[in-house]
């Protein structure tokens, strides 16, 4: 066997290309500002410290419905609430694509708490999106989704190709997904193409039980973006205002034509992976009390005591609002009732085969005379 050469020491080669990974820090986890904050409103950053506590107490009571036998296996979102903000920075008629760690994102875009909690109890009808949010359903299967967002931005990208702008898609995912060949195809494919659409990746350092460092060689997951002709871009998970900031130049530059951006989220995913797991059997302790000292929420609430925007009695009359509003979300899903075995017919096919159509009118026979 020949032994292995540097190419670069024995003067073989020149260099044809080079590239960096830029991070974007704005608010650091003791509330102190880094860098320019974006153009926010006093109330628009009311809203997102609002969008976060809300998503925080759906997720706490979520995990208390699943523990009561009320709810199924849950995906909890604890530590990675500055998702939210992603919403404020994209348009109505934007495209979201979530996987199954983004109720916040989904709340915060106008997606019904109730229907988000019928979902995770089983019903499927609380996946039924309301006609009027340009959300897609949320997606188990890990990565599968990715291909979904790029093929739906190519779409909006040919049916508008004429106009000056389009919407964009914004399809999230965690780190995991880069380990699925959905992630390489569907990345290959917008860059390829130039597709209007926003990769995001909830790097919470931990694929079920699967650290990052023997997840992938790669110094950073944005670098990722580069063998596909991205940009790709790593920002503070945690900082809502770099989260926004990167959102929305990504989301500009792609209603513009200007291409896809991949965005690294570097957060933390405070509880378990779901429900059936037990992260303490696998994650060091110490590396979650370090991070809990960076909890978005926090964060934001010491800018904003800083700013005069927040106070305890303000805190006080949120939690007692927001506590009610989640509290009717989960008595409206538990009242929904058992759906129709008839229903898994009507939602598969778009004119179903004459066996099933059979089986339909059985069933529908059947279920009346109950």
Not at 154 to 183: C, H, L, R, W
Request: aromatic share 8%; net charge positive.
């Amino acid at each position: 066997m020949p032994k292995s050469r540097n190419i670069k020491k024995n003067g073989l080669g020149k260099p044809v290309a080079s590239f960096e990974v830029r991070r974007l820090e704005i608010l650091s986890p003791q509330g102190k500002v880094l860098g320019k904050l974006p153009k926010l409103s006093n109330d628009q950053i009311k809203q997102i410290y609002e969008s976060m506590v809300l998503a925080r107490i759906f997720d706490g009571i979520a995990l208390k419905l699943q523990r009561e036998g009320r709810m199924l296996t849950y995906a909890s979102i604890h530590g990675q609430e500055a998702q939210v903000v992603v919403a404020l920075a994209m348009q109505k008629d934007d495209w979201l694509f979530p996987s199954f760690r983004e109720d916040g994102v989904q709340i915060a875009r106008g997606m019904p708490l109730d229907l988000l909690y019928q979902y995770w109890m089983g019903d499927e009808r609380g996946q039924k999106i309301p006609e009027d949010l340009n959300n897609f359903t949320i997606s188990i299967p890990v990565g599968s989704q990715i291909p979904h967002a790029v093929g739906a931005a190519y779409a909006m990208k040919i049916k508008k190709q004429n106009d000056k702008k389009t919407p964009a898609s914004v399809v999230f995912f965690g780190d995991g997904a880069t380990s699925e060949g959905d992630f390489h195809e569907g990345m290959n494919f917008a860059g390829a193409l130039k597709v209007p659409c926003v990769f995001i990746c909830q790097n919470n350092k931990w694929a079920i039980s699967m650290p990052v460092s023997k997840q992938t060689a790669s110094q950073t997951i944005a670098q990722k973006a580069i063998a596909y002709g991205l940009e790709g871009v790593q920002v503070d998970g945690n900082d809502v205002f770099a989260v926004y900031e990167a959102a929305k130049y990504a989301l500009e530059k792609a209603r513009s034509g200007s291409g896809p951006t991949f965005i690294e989220m570097d957060t933390y995913r405070m509880s378990d992976h779901t429900t059936s797991d037990d992260a303490s059997k696998y994650r060091p302790k110490t590396e979650l009390e370090n991070w809990k000292k960076r909890d978005p929420i926090t964060r934001m609430q010491k800018f904003m005591l800083s700013k005069g925007l927040w106070s305890a009695v303000y805190e006080k009359q949120l939690l007692e609002r927001l506590n009610k509003k989640v509290a009717d979300a989960v008595a409206k899903a538990e009242i929904a009732g058992q759906p129709l075995v008839a229903d898994m017919f009507d939602y598969t096919y778009a004119e179903l085969p004459e066996s099933l159509k059979e089986q339909k009118e059985w069933i529908d026979n059947n279920e009346n005379k109950k």
